[in-house]
């Protein structure tokens, strides 16, 4: 007999290995700038102001052309596509597996993000409804 997957497994693989390469490329992304930082701190060692002075706009005019800031302001941008889309393939699958677990699932999510706020108002977890 022949393999045929169902079109649910086939989206719910496609959701899961998009939402891993974007959390992978979110992992790299950090530890690229942050490997940037830590190397371009070093600017502080040195004990001359004229020195460290000349070496940090040298980095800064690096950093202008390298697109650095965009890439660290990508990273929270990037794990949140990579949540969505696993919790995206998660309901899919648990939809086409038991449908009361699926409608648990966003119920308890809905209720949970719906009080938090009422019930410790200063965290973030809100709705438009809370």
Known sequence: PTFSPSSSDVRVNAFWF??????LSAA???T??????????????????LKSARL????YEGLEGSHMLVVAQAVPGLLHVSLFLFFVGL?????NLNKVVFR????????FSTF???????????????
């Open 56 to 59: 940090r706009q040298y980095f």
């Open 104 to 111: 648990a699932t966003v119920g308890l999510f809905y209720i």
């Open 28 to 30: 790299l992304s950090a």
């Open 116 to 130: 938090a706020p009422v019930i410790k108002p200063q965290w973030p977890y809100q709705n438009p409804l809370s």
């Open 32 to 49: 690229l700038v942050q490997q940037w930082v830590r190397y371009h701190m070093q600017v502080f060692r040195y004990g001359h102001p």
């Open 18 to 23: 998009t939402s891993l390469v974007f959390s």
């Open 91 to 95: 309901l899919d699958s648990s939809w």
